[in-house]
Nanobody, 123 residues
Framework: QVQLVESGGGLVQAGGSLRLSCAAS????????MGWFRQAPGREREFVAA????????SYADPVKGRFTISRDNAKNTVYLQMNGLKPGDTAVYYC????????????????WGQGTQVTVSS
């Protein structure tokens, strides 16, 4: 069983920055593709970013391209989401996710979910 625990959310003004962290249990972290999703009230959970096992490839949803950066530290069993230039539209609960492959980093392919951390961006 893999457990994912997010941290780093909070309240920030538009244009500000936050760094989210996701700590994973167990020794299987390096075998998993990791990603971030987000969900605002009344909306579906949507893909934000993903990273491969070796961190050689990343992908981003169009709304966050150029502003968000996903990274991982396999020695620490941790994945990060650096969020710069935050906008009110980024307000959502952000969820860490793990999948068996980079190509399965979709809602239907996720094997493990974190509990979520709230990000609120004020205007």
């Amino acid at each position: 069983q893999v457990q994912l625990v997010e941290s780093g959310g909070g309240l920030v003004q538009a244009g500000g920055s936050l760094r989210l962290s996701c700590a994973a249990s167990g020794r299987t972290f390096s075998t998993l593709a990791m990603g971030w999703f987000r969900q605002a009230p009344g909306r579906e959970r949507e893909f934000v970013a993903a990273i491969t096992r070796s961190a050689d490839t990343t992908s981003y949803a169009d709304p966050v391209k150029g502003r968000f950066t996903i990274s991982r530290d396999n020695a620490k069993n941790t994945v990060y989401l650096q969020m710069n230039g935050l906008k009110p539209g980024d307000t959502a609960v952000y969820y860490c996710a793990a999948a068996q492959s980079y190509l399965r980093m979709t809602r239907s392919g996720i094997d493990y979910w974190g509990q979520g951390t709230q990000v609120t961006v004020s205007s």
